[in-house]
């Protein structure tokens, strides 16, 4: 054996919170936190996620093969489809030969001209987009299954097939109901509420799932440990492996009662949660899973791909340390990579137990601070929370990676058209949940190869019917921004992304003043189309705040044939309130805000009734958004005169990156820069 650097001899210390002392307090406390010594948590991972989807779209019997294509490739294989030898890095010719009788499904796909996703016949790269967002409706109702069968549980959706459920509340409730002795403390308890709880009764595993082994075969089948299995497998969909396992009675190992904790009760009883919660989606829906129980998220994780399909496999704290001690610990997320390469190289170790020999005083030394993570990682200790993530994000997003390059600006009208389709689908579905969902703002993104993404926005204003042609004609006008007059400017664009950005709940004053305002102008429009003549306006050069006032009629100087009649009612009109409007320092006109006009053209009772509408944050807002509006007007000015020759032209040309609109601050380097150096920007 080699001389290793910082090492000592590995000992039952490394695992010494393996059994804390419960006490009543811990049972009785209300603040159940990440340190919770009765604590469980569970990953529940969908079995081949899309090939189960479409197996239950199609009404196709489960044991027969299935895949499901995308272009060339497969992104998922069934269970039966494996027993054929096939994966989903074959490609379809080779699949097919393994299994003439392979059931082949290609993804759904978008394509010109239709609002929704279909499943065409011979869909092409060059014309479709792939859409996934069926698998989300199917992955939605899942996560909505947990939430209704654990009303008091935490549920963290980790991917589209994979979701966290934080039990220990709905254990803690069940746990007292079948022991009622332990809600009191017994009067002659030696530290009252701190006393320990008294020994807990002797648990069946029987039906529960797979559990563990505190002592593992000393040689497991082809001398692999079964916990390698999806270690190292980031959030992403179809996590399932075919790695031999321990032959591991399917109702678990027989354990000595001297080693039941509490612990074991309360995980004992999450089995019981988690199966029946599995079972109800398996006969409601048609999907079979796999989960994992253990103490924390990290050990969750690695218990759910122990042993699967359609079973569930419990980690006891006794089995944490065999359990870990053989894993290679750079199939352990987070330690691949340069920064398991490093540490492999550093110390000359390969497994988890050869790690545990390093102390944490040489470990931060050589890799910094921040390397107390992986110290704790190794011992099986995770304080991560399980957080539910919002229904709906803050965005979303419409993304197509271009087999053959853009060349021409008349190119890219299709892909607008292809992605609007896609987000007016996605923003439709979540508005039929909150009508008062609205994104901000709408962002297009081109890049050129490796190139930098170069990116514009505009503000996206409030319609009651959201179609295609309406995201598209936002789309058109920040394509021909980007790309320039007619796309004058070589380009060989590789991906297109259209997104929405900050959506949220419209608040009421937003809503309330929209049913008072007429839609927008005629010329507004017309600037926004795809199809109509080009505007005398032309798109504008600066990325504006979305405001509520984007939904308000206003009247702009640039929209009058004479500015002179505008200023005049203006100056006559002494009863109007200079608050809704602003003094422009180029023309010297005062411009107002459509609904100020509105009191002056409508009478007194309708601008009292839009001025208490608009409250001062809302009218704020639409001012800013005005003095963008009417800048725009004299940039237009400015190039009409350009045009007849008065003035020197000027070329918009697209810019060389996207303009940022918040200064990130940088975090100072502190040394050299611990283990975050280990990890590439993505």
Known sequence: MSFWKGKARADKDDFDDLNPTITYRHLLSNNLGVRDPLRVIALCDSDAFYAACEQVRLGIDPTLPLVVQQWDSLIAVNYPARKYGISRMDKIRDAKKRCPDLVVVHVATFK????????????????????????????????????DGLPSGEIEKASIDEAFIDFTRPVREELLKRFPHL?????????????????????????????????????????????TADANSSNTA?????????????????????????????????????????????????????????????????????????????????????????????????LGGKLGKALAEEYDVSTVGDLLTINLEEMQRKFG???????????????SEVKEKPAVTKSMLASKNLPRPIT???????????????????LNE??????????????????????????????????????????????????????????????????????????????????????????RPSSEAQSTSESGPASSKPP???????????????????????????????????????????????????????????????????????????????????????RLEHADFHFAQELAAAADGDVPKRVIRPLDRPVPTVKKKKKQKTGDGGIAKFFSKK
């Open 540 to 626: 504008s050069t600066h990325k504006r705040k979305r405001s509520p006032s984007d939904a308000v009629e206003t009247r702009r100087t640039g929209d009058q044939p004479d500015d002179s009649s505008d200023a005049g009612d203006a100056k006559g009109n002494t009863a109007r309130d200079e608050r809704h409007s602003f003094l422009c320092e180029k023309c010297g006109e005062r411009i107002w805000l459509g609904g100020s006009d509105a009191a002056r053209d409508g009478g007194a009772d309708g601008g009292h009734l839009l001025a208490a509408a608009l409250d001062d944050a809302i009218r704020e807002d639409a001012l800013a958004a005005l």
């Open 183 to 227: 809600a009191t403390v017994p009067p002659d308890a030696p530290n009252g509420i701190d006393s320990p709880l008294p020994p807990p009764p002797p648990i069946s595993w029987d039906g529960l799932g797979t559990v563990v082994p505190v002592h593992p075969p000393e040689d497991p089948p082809n001398g692999s440990s079964s916990v």
């Open 238 to 334: 179809e996590t399932d492996t075919n790695s031999p396992q321990f032959d591991v009675d399917e109702e678990g190992v027989v354990e000595s009662d001297d080693s039941t904790s509490w612990h074991d009760v309360a995980l004992s009883i999450a089995a019981e949660l988690m199966l029946r919660i599995r079972e109800e989606i398996r006969a409601k829906l048609g999907y079979t899973t796999s989960a994992g129980l253990a103490r924390n998220k990290f050990l969750a994780k690695l218990t759910a791909s122990y042993k699967k399909p359609m079973n569930q496999t419990i980690l006891r704290n006794a089995a944490i340390p065999n359990y870990l001690k053989p894993m290679p610990f750079q199939k352990i997320r987070f």
């Open 430 to 519: 979540a508005r039929e949940d909150n009508t008062a969902l609205w994104p901000k703002t709408i962002v297009l993104h081109i890049r050129q190869g490796y190139e930098t993404f170069r990116s514009k926005q505009t503000p996206f204003p409030f319609t009651k019917n959201v179609t295609v042609d309406v995201i598209a004609s936002f789309g058109d006008k920040l394509w021909k921004e980007l790309v320039g007059p007619g796309g004058s400017m070589p380009f060989k664009i590789t991906n297109v992304q259209l997104s929405f950005s900050g959506i949220g709940t419209m608040e009421s004053g937003q809503r309330r003043i929209e049913g008072f305002l007429s839609s």
């Open 369 to 383: 601070e921040d390397s107390i993570w992986v110290y704790e990682i190794l011992r099986g200790i995770d304080r």
């Open 112 to 147: 010109e001209g239709e609002a929704e996703p279909g499943y065409w016949e011979n869909p092409d790269t060059l014309t479709h987009k792939v859409s996934l967002d069926h698998y989300r409706r199917e992955s939605m109702k899942i996560i909505q299954m947990f939430k």
């Open 408 to 426: 021409s600006a008349s190119q890219g009208y299709h892909w607008i058209r292809v992605l609007a389709a896609e987000l007016a689908l996605r």
